[in-house]
């Protein structure tokens, strides 16, 4: 069993910035590609940042430029650094560890609430 623990969410401005943690209960980055994804009232939960085991990163469009997804193996976290945040940036993050090998279990954060409003 694995615990992911997600810190970081807050009420920001629009043009702020914020980094969210996921901190994960044991090592797992090898085996795991850590995810965030976000899920605003009223639509559908997407994919926001991902990160491979190989370390390879991949952004949904809306936030390319201004998001940054990378993560500390020696503490078990990954993290999100959100620049330049805007009203639409609005929703609950969390966190996602997608197992590569088919048979393990895919675990998820309990959510952080990130508004973005003035």
């Known amino acids: 069993q694995v615990q992911l623990v997600e810190s970081g969410g807050g009420l920001v401005q629009p043009g702020g910035s914020l980094r969210l943690s996921c901190a994960a209960s044991?090592?797992?980055?090898?085996?795991?590609?850590m995810g965030w994804y976000r899920q605003a009232p009223g639509k559908q939960r997407e994919l926001v940042a991902a990160?491979?085991?190989?370390?390879?990163?991949n952004y949904a469009d809306s936030v390319k430029g201004r998001f940054t997804i990378t993560r500390d193996n020696a503490k078990n976290t990954v993290y999100l650094q959100m620049n330049n945040l805007k009203p639409e940036d609005t929703a609950v993050y969390y966190c996602?560890?997608?197992?590569?090998?088919?048979?393990?279990?895919?675990?998820w954060g309990q959510g952080t609430q990130v508004t973005v409003s003035s």
């Open positions: 996602n560890a997608d197992p590569l090998i088919a048979t393990f279990v895919e675990y």
């Open positions: 044991r090592s797992i980055f090898s085996i795991y590609t």
């Open positions: 990160i491979t085991n190989g370390g390879r990163t």
